[in-house]
């Protein structure tokens, strides 16, 4: 099977010293939701800041479709990815209207049917009252539905997802999930850092996790079916992360 995205020996530290990916290597198929899973601290964020240009690194290699990402190739494989970050980067001062149809100029999506699609984009996920409202007016989880919308309309390739649910209301989650399961469908391979479990679990084909700047574990279907007879995602993770549990006599005064 071909990859979306092939990294080797990825390094990144810090001004600090801190070291927050340690010769990271991680392959992920195409056409996978894939779930990035791991404690705070993990270097998720960094991770997706790395490939998506919004960071530098230290040492290693990243092919991005099959190609090698660097300043030569930046550009093409920028119109190949989109990008819901958290907190997500947004035009504070641009109405919903202004920021997605901006969006899909840069991406060169302007059919005639772009309209229709921003409206029904926007309906779908209930902030259709918003359509003319600056940006910096919006709560923060119709900010997160508005970048979602953004990304869904330049059909990326490559979609990665930076805590996509935090914030999101309940009903608006579900939307999410089966918009990705329909992007996926089409194609499209889906990067999600998540710190819900749960969902991961449900909507995730293949699982990674992230500790202390490496990858730990990869889980595709085959594995976490055998792994998941006998345990939940949740204590897999503990497992292999080795969470400390704490003393129930810690909280004994309440």
Known sequence: MESALNIRQLTKSYTSGETVLNSLDLEVPSGAIFGLIGPNGAGKS??????TGLLDYDEGG????????NSKNELEIKRKIATVLQPPLLFENFTSYEFL??????????DRQLNDRINSLLTYFEIEDFTYVKINQLSSGSRKKLAF???????????????????????????????IRKLQARGCTIFITSHILEVVENLCTDIAILHKGKILAYLDAKTRKE?????TLSEIFEQYVNVRHAEEGLLSWI
């Not at 990243?62 to 990402?69: E, S």
């Not at 149809?101 to 302007?110: D, F, I, L, Q, R």
């Not at 330049?154 to 009903?171: A, G, K, R, W």
């Open 46 to 51: 960094t991770l997706i800041g790395i490939l």
């Open 62 to 69: 990243i092919a991005i479709d099959g190609i090698t990402l």
């Open 101 to 110: 149809t901006y969006v899909c100029e840069m991406y060169e999506k302007t």
């Open 149 to 179: 919308c953004g990304a869904v309309l330049t059909e990326p390739d490559i979609l990665y997802l930076d805590e996509p649910f935090e914030s999101v209301d309940v009903i608006s989650i579900g939307r999410m999930k089966s918009l």
């Open 227 to 231: 792994l998941q007879k006998d345990a």
